[in-house]
T-cell receptor, first 114, second 109 residues
């Protein structure tokens, strides 16, 4: 079974702190994603990576950056956390091509910024 | 840009059939997916339609009409455990996915 592991389930950070959310997948998937989920807004794409060191901005990249130094690992960075970044963050991965129709999600990281 | 519309909430009784509709406006459209998410859990894949027509997986079926930019998820023989949020998602530009805001399904005894 594909496993997408997010290192932290629950975090509480102070405004202005730098926050790292780590994600690892074990199925050699090319594509990895970071989504943010808020009530009534669904899942919104923050960043997308289709290869090591490659990234594309999603719909809401402001205030975030990402790093993909190894194929299995995709990190989301909040450079200076703000209260409006309090949310649930979901990491996901897929293959490329026709086998990439299924997105596999991690369990989510609940971030509270105070 | 991308846009998806689906109802925010649907209520049905155990044993009934429910249909959740999804309309989309997407450039670079590849296909339409459905995901289920229970409270506190991660979204899990239910189905994918790349071509027009009906896909059936057990009690769940999904339909796509590319000419109408429309799809639906059909859940039959509803069970209490089907109470969850259901998201439609378009696959576009080959490797990107855009999600709707979700439909909360309440199944009552």
């Amino acid at each position: 079974d594909v496993k997408v592991t997010q290192s932290s389930r629950y975090l509480v950070k102070r405004t202005g702190e730098k926050v790292f959310l780590e994600c690892v997948q074990d199925m050699d998937h090319e594509n990895m994603f970071w989504y943010r989920q808020d009530p009534g807004l669904g899942l919104r794409l923050i960043y997308f990576s289709y290869d090591v060191k490659m990234k594309e901005k999603g719909d809401i990249p402001e205030g975030y950056s990402v790093s993909r130094e190894k194929k299995e690992r995709f990190s989301l960075i909040l450079e200076s956390a703000s209260t409006n970044q309090t949310s649930m963050y979901l990491c996901a991965s897929t293959n490329t091509g026709s086998s990439g129709n299924t997105i596999y999600f991690g369990e989510g990281s609940w971030l509270t910024v105070v | 840009g991308q846009s998806l519309e689906q109802p925010s909430e649907v209520t049905a009784v155990e044993g009934a059939i429910v249909q959740i509709n999804c309309t989309y406006q997407t450039s670079g459209f590849y296909g339409l997916s459905w995901y289920q998410q229970h409270d506190g859990g991660a979204p899990t894949f239910l189905s994918y339609n790349g071509l027009d027509g009906l896909e059936e997986t057990g009690r769940f079926s999904s339909f796509l009409s590319r000419s109408d930019s429309y799809g639906y998820l059909l859940l039959q023989e509803l069970q209490m455990k089907d109470s969850a949020s259901y998201f439609c998602a378009v696959r576009y530009n080959f490797n990107k996915f855009y999600f709707g805001s979700g439909t909360k399904l309440n199944v009552k005894p």
